[in-house]
Structures are given as C-alpha cells and as structure tokens.
C-alpha cells in the first residue's frame, strides 16, 4: 500500500503537469477542432 503524502504528492505533480499541457494545448487543440470539422 502506498503512503497517503506519496498519493498527495503524484496527485499535485499531476495537476501541475495538466495545467501546464492544457495551457501549452489550448492553441492547438482549437486548431485541431477546426482541422476536424473540415474533415469530417
């Protein structure tokens, strides 16, 4: 069993770590949406 700070810790690293890529992906991901609708 893991410890409880261990969880705590992944779990922050891993929002950081979405915030940083969903800030980074925001362009792209409009860009994609778009790229999308033309294609399908």
């Given at each position: 069993m893991y410890s409880y700070n261990f969880l705590i810790t992944i779990r922050t690293t891993?929002?950081?770590?979405?915030?940083?890529?969903?800030?980074?992906?925001?362009?792209?991901?409009?860009?994609?949406?778009?790229?999308?609708k033309k294609i399908l």
């Open positions: 891993y929002e950081e770590l979405c915030t940083k890529f969903s800030s980074i992906l925001i362009g792209p991901k409009k860009i994609y949406r778009h790229l999308a």
